[in-house]
């Protein structure tokens, strides 16, 4: 299986930029479909981003659409979410995810089978 560490998290102004890396191990990435989520305090856990196993197709929250890019690089086991334009409601904890039951991107949590401990992003207004 794969183990999944965050990390880029921090304390940002509102209009400021972030990017998030998730470094996997364990497992070659390209056996997963990837996303990313976040859960702000007293909310369930939403999709934010996720990308095919190639890395050639992708799909976005609405709330997040032309602001924030998510990649992956299957050579340096690595995905990233590129953050732009943030606004007080993204304050989450962000976690990455492997889905094993799909390769293709999937906004549905349940495909996820992997999980990082997560990483807090705090945007201040």
Avoid: H
Avoid at 54 to 74: C, E, H, L, Q, W
Wanted: hydrophobic share 35%; charged share 20%; aromatic share 12%.
């Amino acid at each position: 299986q794969v183990q999944l560490v965050e990390s880029g998290g921090r304390l940002v102004q509102a209009g400021g930029s972030l990017r998030l890396s998730c470094a996997a191990s364990g497992r070659t990435l390209s056996d997963y479909a990837m996303g990313w989520f976040r859960q702000a305090p007293g909310k369930e856990r939403e999709f934010v981003a996720g990308v095919n196993w190639r890395g050639g197709t992708t799909y976005y929250a609405d709330s997040v659409k032309g602001r924030f890019t998510i990649s992956r690089d299957n050579v340096k086991n690595t995905l990233l979410l590129q953050m732009n334009s943030l606004k007080p409601e993204d304050t989450a904890v962000y976690y990455c995810a492997a889905a094993s039951r799909t390769l293709r991107v999937t906004t549905y949590i349940q495909n996820y089978d992997y999980w990082g401990q997560g990483t807090q992003v705090t945007v201040s207004s």
